[in-house]
């Protein structure tokens, strides 16, 4: 199945100027700084038990965490906030029926660490680069991001084919940005992590989402089982894996997994098709061509 097959016929606006030129955005305002404080004030408790990470992608002197629409309400705010969904379906739904969410992952870069080896998160899969992008990554600051303290360094206008071309990318610029902004950047921009060189840690908030048949990097069905899920709205279990991405992915027993958020699965089941329009044409097709050879074949005789 190619690239443009899976373009859905209802295909949203294309992704806006500025992160279709440069490779990311700034969304400034994008919430209340209230609401990001109160949810800091939620996550503090799992900063204070999270352990440094291991290795030097991660960072030895950063603290990393996931699960975030569990251990707090007032994430679902940051996952599901109207213009980042806006721009997300406009710049992945050219490759996808649907879109996932990929991850969501606080970040605390403590003082002495050291800048983030320069990547593309792209790279997590192994599928043609420079035609398809694969996913959007939304920074959200918890604390004020600044040269100094370590924030996100973008490579302007590395993502799409430029992510082929390996020469020097030039140098980085640091995405300054206040609590309630988002640093909205492509799956296929080059960026990473700034050092720490003040003597506060500086903490901020990663809500990627990438194509909808695709395996994301933090498995949401263990992350948000039925029983945690089916504390979502209907709109955010699907985000995290409880509905099908035509042609009949992700499926329990051959319906969608959102039954299991009601009672379970019903104790008799049939597979229902879940199928693209172009598909069910198709299908239906084929299954009237057969039934016309049947028929004529039972006239003969």
């Known amino acids: 199945m190619t690239a443009a ?19 990311w955005m700034l969304l400034e ?21 999270t352990l440094f990470s ?26 599901q906030q109207p213009d980042v969904m806006a721009i997300v379906e ?20 403590h003082p002495g660490a050291p800048a983030q080896l320069p990547h593309r998160d792209q790279d997590m899969w192994q ?28 490579y302007p206008g590395t993502h799409g084919l430029a992510a082929l071309d390996d020469r020097n990318p030039g140098e980085p610029i640091a995405i300054e940005a206040e609590p309630g902004s988002a640093i909205l950047f492509l799956g296929s921009t080059l960026h990473g992590g700034g050092g720490n060189r003040t003597a506060l840690p ?10 909808g048949w695709l395996k994301p990097y933090e498995n949401q069905w263990l992350a948000y089982p039925p029983d945690v899920a089916r504390r979502f709205s209907p709109e955010l279990a699907g985000l995290v ?11 329990i027993e051959g319906l969608c997994p959102s039954v299991l958020l009601g009672d379970g699965l019903p104790e008799r089941t049939g597979a229902i098709d879940a199928l693209r329009p172009d598909q069910e044409f198709a299908v239906a097709e084929h299954v009237a061509r057969q039934a016309a050879e049947r028929a004529g074949a039972g006239g003969i005789r």
């Open 202 to 211: 500086r903490q901020g908030i990663i809500v990627s989402y990438c194509l």
């Open 5 to 23: 097959q899976q373009a859905p016929i209802d295909a949203p606006p294309a992704m806006p100027s500025a992160l279709e030129r440069d490779g």
């Open 29 to 49: 305002h994008a919430l209340p700084p209230k609401h990001i404080e109160a949810l800091r004030a939620d996550l503090a408790p799992a900063f204070e038990r």
């Open 127 to 154: 599928g043609t680069k420079g035609e398809v992008e694969y996913l959007v990554n939304v920074m959200w600051p918890l604390t004020t991001f600044t040269h100094a303290n370590g924030a996100t360094l973008i």
């Open 90 to 109: 406009a710049t992945l739904r050219p490759w996808c029926d649907t879109v996932q969410l990929n991850l969501t992952q606080a970040v605390e870069i």
């Open 241 to 251: 894996g409880y509905r099908q991405h035509r042609p009949n992915l992700g499926n």
């Open 54 to 79: 291991t290795g030097g992608f991660y960072g030895e002197r950063t603290k990393r965490f996931g699960r975030l629409l569990s251990r707090s309400g007032r994430a679902a705010a940051l996952v």
